[in-house]
Antibody, heavy 118, light 108 residues
Framework: QVQLQESGPALVKPSETLSLTCSVS????????WTWVRQPPGKALEWIGY???????NYNPSLKSRVTMSADTSQSQLSLRLSSVTAADTAVYYC????????????WGQGTMVIVSS | EIVLTQSPGTLSLSPGERATLSCRAS???????LAWYQHKPGQAPRLLMF???TRATGIPDRFSGSGSGTDFTLTISRLEPEDSAVYYC?????????FGQGTKVEIK
């Protein structure tokens, strides 16, 4: 059974860097693409981007200058870094497995809430 | 970017009734790469349909999807109490990928 679990600080100060980890079990990081999605309170889901363990990536142009995605295959963990955060980055952040093809995003984590505030 | 508009915003129906959810795209979705997700509070979103009309593993056959181009529909043929959730459509045929704003299904 594939399971994804996001973790990280619940509170980040403005202008700092948000760093999240996604622990992956039941599947191999090297076999799939991985996507991050966020949902600000009361708003729609927003695609942040996807990446592959070899460094290939595709980030949302609206966030591209501030986003870095990576993977630690030895720890079976994914990471998301978002720099220079503002209150607009307050959201629930989800990691998800991406089939990069017809099946799209098929398994999601439960998400972790991050509040940007001083 | 492709804008997905879902309607209605909220659907309030009784158990056993049929729910029809619409997702309209601002431009044609390549390869019908359109998925539907069910999202309950505090839970991970659950994939229901991909490529517009293919049910994901373990999804009951009372869920069905249809459409192509710019107009897509998710139908729940016989609502059950556990179907209470927000349903999102998502296009993954063009970057940036986008989501609709969601339809909330309430069971009376």
């Amino acid at each position: 059974q594939v399971q994804l679990q996001e973790s990280g600080p619940a509170l980040v100060k403005p202008s700092e860097t948000l760093s999240l980890t996604c622990s992956v079990s039941g599947t191999y990081i090297t076999s799939y693409y991985w996507t991050w999605v966020r949902q600000p309170p009361g708003k729609a889901l927003e695609w942040i981007g996807y990446f592959y363990y070899n460094g290939e990536n595709n980030y949302n142009p609206s966030l591209k200058s501030r986003v870095t995605m990576s993977a630690d295959t030895s720890q079976s963990q994914l990471s998301l870094r978002l720099s220079s955060v503002t209150a607009a980055d307050t959201a629930v952040y989800y990691c998800a497995r991406d089939r990069y093809g017809a099946e799209g995003i098929d398994v999601w984590g439960q998400g972790t809430m991050v509040i940007v505030s001083s | 970017e492709i804008v997905l508009t879902q309607s209605p915003g909220t659907l309030s129906l009784s158990p056993g009734e049929r729910a029809t959810l619409s997702c309209r795209a601002s431009q044609s979705v390549r390869n019908s790469y359109l998925a539907w997700y069910q999202h309950k509070p505090g839970q991970a979103p659950r994939l229901l349909m991909f490529v517009a009309s293919t049910r994901a593993t373990g999804i009951p056959d009372r869920f069905s999807g249809s459409g192509s181009g710019t107009d897509f529909t998710l139908t729940i043929s016989r609502l059950e109490p556990e179907d209470s959730a927000v349903y999102y459509c998502h296009q993954y045929g063009m970057s940036p990928r986008t989501f609709g704003q969601g339809t909330k299904v309430e069971i009376k």
